[in-house]
């Protein structure tokens, strides 16, 4: 399996900018972890039943992506980060994050 690029989009860094550094680079480096090897994998679930499009939890971050397999791209189009840490997210996404690598 080739590995994808892994590309914020301008969006996606806004939503990030306010972020202390340490805290975007954890979130960019599990993005491009998980995503640049297996888009399809690591707990992310398809977004209306739209395979290339999808939701994952990495690193207490929510990011909804695009994947282009065509160009080998994954396009991150969203990111939603708490401030609190695990605690602060949502009760499922706590859930999900146990057990994977990526949310710690």
């Known amino acids: 399996m080739a590995r994808y690029r892994v590309r914020f989009t301008d969006s996606a860094e806004n939503n990030i900018a306010k972020l202390p550094a340490a805290r975007r680079q954890r979130i960019k480096r599990a993005a491009d972890s998980a995503l640049g090897s297996d888009p399809y994998g690591n707990g992310s679930s398809s977004v209306r039943g739209d395979r290339d499009r999808r939701d994952v939890t990495l690193a207490n971050a ?23 840490g695990p605690r602060a997210l949502p009760v499922g996404c706590r859930r999900a994050m146990r057990g994977s690598r990526f949310g710690r």
Request: charged fraction near 5%; avoid cysteine; aromatic fraction near 8%.
């Open 62 to 84: 929510i990011l909804t992506y695009e994947v282009s397999p065509n160009v080998v791209v994954v396009a991150v189009v969203q990111v939603v980060a708490p401030f609190g």
